[in-house]
T-cell receptor, first 116, second 113 residues
């Protein structure tokens, strides 16, 4: 069975602080995909990144960076120099490559609150 | 700009009522999904569809049904709403053979009294 754990329910930071969101996953598949989505107050989840299980390179996109470590089954997400607009719920998700339909298993989400 | 549109942002219904939640996508996606989102539980898959008139149960299908008569439209039906179905409902779509990026609607918040 697949499982995604986001142990942090809520993280509060002051603007310009860095914040790291943890994601730990469980799967028996050797090929899988990991995702991060952002859900701002408007409600619509927005895709941030997809990583496949064979690509362990860390990725940076502007103030966002992702650290994928298969050895610890983790796919952590860091926001550098946070801004108020980063306030949202962030979801980590997992999909098996053998699943043709693209079903995602989501974690419980981490609420990030950035105050000025 | 790609779009997944859910017909109602907020609904209030009474126990026992039949509820329809509509979702339309304009991206010609094969796959469509209904998730419900509850605090502390994240998103849980109710039903999905990979083609017109095709449907598959997700993780929590009990108390729900779906309809997909046209490729762009996927409806979630609560035959007899109950208070434990009070939740945020999210529709999503994706390409059939893609690696799984989902495009989401803004959600429908349903309250059952």
């Amino acid at each position: 069975a697949q499982k995604v754990t986001q142990a942090q329910t809520e993280i509060s930071v002051v603007e310009k602080e860095d914040v790291t969101l943890d994601c730990v996953y469980e799967t028996r598949d050797t090929t899988y995909y990991l995702f991060w989505y952002k859900q701002p107050p408007s409600g619509e989840l927005v895709f941030l990144i997809r990583r496949n299980s064979f690509d362990e390179q860390n990725e940076i996109s502007g103030r966002y960076s992702w650290n994928f470590q298969k050895s610890t089954s983790s796919f952590n997400f860091t926001i550098t120099a946070s801004q108020v607009v980063d306030s949202a719920v962030y979801f980590c998700a997992l999909r098996s490559a053998t699943d043709s339909w693209g079903k995602l298993q989501f974690g419980a989400g981490t609420q990030v609150v950035v105050t000025p | 700009d790609v779009k997944v549109t859910q017909s109602s942002r907020y609904l209030v219904k009474r126990t026992g009522e039949k509820v329809f939640l509509e979702c339309v996508q304009d991206m010609d996606h094969e796959n469509m999904f209904w998730y419900r989102q509850d605090p502390g539980l994240g998103l849980r898959l109710i039903y999905f569809s990979y083609d017109v008139k095709m449907k598959e149960k997700g993780d929590i299908p009990e108390g729900y049904s779906v309809s997909r008569e046209k490729k762009e439209r996927f409806s979630l039906i609560l035959e007899s709403a109950s208070t434990n179905q009070t939740s945020m409902y999210l529709c999503a779509s994706s390409f059939g053979l893609d690696t799984g990026e989902l495009f989401f609607g803004e959600g429908s918040r349903l309250t059952v009294l």
